[in-house]
């Protein structure tokens, strides 16, 4: 059964600060990876999909990679900026399964 | 504007009752879900749908019902059975070809007193 983790659990940085926040999965069998951020009492909005034949994706300060050997993908946030401040949600989709599964998430706060 | 609906944001119920959760999506997508989200913890799968009059239980399933009528609706009922129903419920919705392109609604946070 797949199984995801994310370190750290939270995390606290001043601004401008360039951070990596890291996904855990057990089982290499994925179909793709995506990161999610989650604002306080709101839905889940989509950051980055990993398809699992790449390697990393890109969106302006974002950068996620993924290494399904080692069941690792990291998310990079450059110049980091008070509105970056959220929960960010891993989750993975397997290549058997109909649905994601998610990790617990890392709450990040980043101050001015 | 397409997207998903969840109503209503916030449901307060007494302990012992039964309440049904909304959801409906005007995406035209086939497959839709309800993740329940507790603090600290990541999403968890309660139930999902990949065609109407057509779903199946997903890892927390006790103590909850759906129904999947018509494709764009998929209401979710915690019943008295659910132990610890105070939560925040997420429904989401994909097209069935696309694996894993998931949307979700704004979600409803749910407390049983």
């Known amino acids: 059964k797949q199984e995801v983790t994310q370190i750290p659990a939270a995390l606290s940085v001043p601004e401008g600060e360039n951070l990596v926040l890291n996904c855990s999965f057990t089982?290499?069998?994925?179909?793709?990876l995506q990161w999610f951020r989650q604002d306080p009492g709101k839905g889940l909005t989509s950051l980055l999909l990993?398809?699992?034949?790449?390697r990393e994706q890109t969106s302006g300060r974002l950068n996620a990679s993924l290494d399904k050997s080692s069941g690792r993908s990291t998310l990079y946030i450059a110049a980091s900026q008070p509105g970056d401040s959220a929960t960010y949600l891993c989750?993975?989709?397997?290549?058997?399964?109909?649905?994601?599964?998610f990790g617990p998430g890392t709450r990040l706060s980043v101050l001015p | 504007d397409g997207g998903i609906t969840q109503s209503p944001k916030y449901l307060f119920r007494k302990e012992g009752q039964n309440v049904t959760l909304s959801c409906e999506q005007n995406?035209?997508?086939?497959?839709m879900y309800w993740y329940r989200q507790d603090p600290g913890q990541g999403l968890r799968l309660i139930y999902y749908?990949?065609?109407?009059?057509?779903?199946q239980k997903g890892d927390i399933a006790e103590g909850y019902s759906v129904s999947r009528e018509k494709k764009e609706s998929f209401p979710l009922t915690v019943t008295s059975a659910q132990k610890n129903p105070t939560a925040f419920y997420l429904c989401?919705?994909?097209?069935?070809?696309?694996?894993?392109?998931?949307?979700f609604g704004p979600g409803t946070r749910l407390t049983v007193l």
């Open positions: 989401a919705s994909s097209i069935e070809s696309e694996k894993g392109a998931e949307n």
């Open positions: 089982d290499s069998a994925i179909y793709n």
């Open positions: 990993i398809q699992s034949s790449q």
């Open positions: 989750a993975v989709m397997s290549n058997y399964g109909q649905n994601f599964v």
């Open positions: 995406l035209n997508h086939d497959a």
């Open positions: 749908s990949q065609i109407v009059n057509d779903f």
